[in-house]
């Protein structure tokens, strides 16, 4: 496997990072997860722009243009020879001395994984995730905001490690607040009564497949409300459903123990995951 390691293109076994990169000694750094299908990146554009603000807003000078970094996103595909992928855009803020000061840090470190991935939750497209509410809050807005995709995934991961403790494919977080945020790693929506409502992306990662999902819903007329949820919201849903690039469109069956709606995916989301995979085979930036 080729890696893109600061202008380059390297064997997997050479791609090494010093042990003074300040990704690595302080999270301090931000990066994308973006998917190619069929030969084209989805929404690569807009990936690029999310990267930009979230180092724009930790203050991480990036050295290269966004047309650089899409230029070397789509050579780290062919270089790999890859039509269907998973692609990791890094940009840390590079070496420095042990303290956090990032002024010591002179260059940012820039990487690019691309990597085979299919679907990540396998046969649970069909069968719908079991989901945990989780008892730690997603990182509020004032603190380290969500909407930053940072390289500090802690929270994220300490959800993980809940839902992995109480069997759940993935864990809800609530904001401070007590409302509904996200998953650990993607968005999630209810429906009810034919209505889809998701929270607003205050609280949670504004993400490019919730961007997607509004436009399937709208082009196929199901109303889209943007509000604060509770658990009463999450127990009730005739459907629950979570997205991510990684993710795609996931229908949720269980959580916390009660069954949603029927206990299977239903209608809805049926819908917008055929939706979502007519865009993923008709849109997107040409690798080749
Ligand atoms: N929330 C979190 C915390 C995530 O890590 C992700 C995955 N990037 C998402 C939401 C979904 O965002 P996107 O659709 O842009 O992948």
Known sequence: MLIYLNGEFVQEEDAKVSVFDHGLLYGDGVFEGIRAYNGR????????????DSAKTID???????????????????KNDLKDAYIRP???????????DPNKCATPTIIVIATGWGAMYGDLYDKGLTAITCSIRRNPAQSLPPNVKSLNYLNNIMAKIEANYKGGDEAIF????????EGSGDNI???????????????NLRG???MVLLEVADEMGIPVLEQNLGYFDLYTADEVIVTGSAA????VTKIDGREIGTGKPGP?????????TLKTETEGTPVY
């Open 41 to 52: 990146v989805f929404r690569l554009r807009e990936h690029i722009e999310r990267m930009w």
């Open 60 to 78: 991480l000078k990036i050295p290269i243009t966004k047309e650089e970094m899409e230029e070397a996103i789509l050579e780290t595909l062919r």
């Open 90 to 100: 890094i940009i840390t803020r590079g070496v420095g001395d042990l303290g956090l």
């Open 174 to 181: 609530f904001d401070t607040n007590g409302y509904v945020a």
């Open 189 to 203: 929506y209810v429906v009810k009564n034919g209505v889809i409502i998701t929270p607003h992306t205050l609280n």
């Open 208 to 210: 490019i497949t919730r």
């Open 248 to 251: 795609e469109v996931a229908p």
């Open 268 to 276: 809805v989301v049926k819908q917008l995951m055929a939706g979502f």
